[in-house]
């Protein structure tokens, strides 16, 4: 049986052939994820429509060569956000783990991590995607026609019934509005 694996990484993008149950490696594509966007310094973002093609580009050649696999896994970047519209087309960049944005001072003179942690309790990190996803709704970033803010909506389509997305309410899915 082979399955085919996929790993969405910042600074690569991946993809295997595996011969199960011996764990046998077919074959490895590593190409680059060329698609980070220029800005501001504490900003880390990339453009998902690169993503998307350089992921469609491994795909498509493992697949030529193993067309029928009994299974594909993906993996991506933690604690990206991606905003999408109610079709799951993403109508903002991919704000990474590295983002920093939630250092800059708040209304409150802290923090917007700073703040997230005295109102939750626990300590939270820049890069966090709740972090990144306040910060970002604080300043008035997050896009109007955002619905949900995930990263792999463009990739599960309607596979992902959009309606329940239990590991992703903290963000607000259906809505935008921050903690």
Do not use: S
């Given at each position: 049986m082979i399955v085919i694996g996929l790993d969405i990484g910042t600074t690569s993008?991946?993809?295997?052939?595996?011969?199960?149950?011996a764990g046998r490696l077919l074959r490895?594509?590593?190409l680059p994820n060329g698609s980070f966007l220029t800005g501001d310094r504490s900003e880390t973002r990339q453009d998902p429509e690169v993503i998307v093609r350089t992921l469609e580009e491994i795909t498509r050649s493992l697949l030529e060569q193993y067309p029928n696999p009994a299974g594909i896994g993906i993996t991506g970047q933690m604690h990206g956000v991606l905003y999408t519209d109610k079709e799951g087309r993403a109508v903002s960049p991919l704000y990474t783990w590295q983002d920093r944005r939630g250092l800059k001072l708040s209304a409150d003179g802290g923090t917007v991590a700073d703040r997230i942690a005295r109102q939750t309790g626990y300590p939270v990190s820049t890069g966090y995607g709740l972090v990144t996803h306040a910060a970002l709704s604080e300043n008035g970033e997050v896009p109007e026609e955002a619905s949900c803010a995930l990263h792999d909506s463009r990739l599960c389509g309607d596979a992902v019934d959009r309606a329940e997305r239990p590991c992703h309410r903290g963000f607000q899915c259906g809505g935008t509005r921050a903690v």
């Open positions: 993008i991946c993809g295997v052939a595996l011969e199960l149950p490895a594509i590593t």
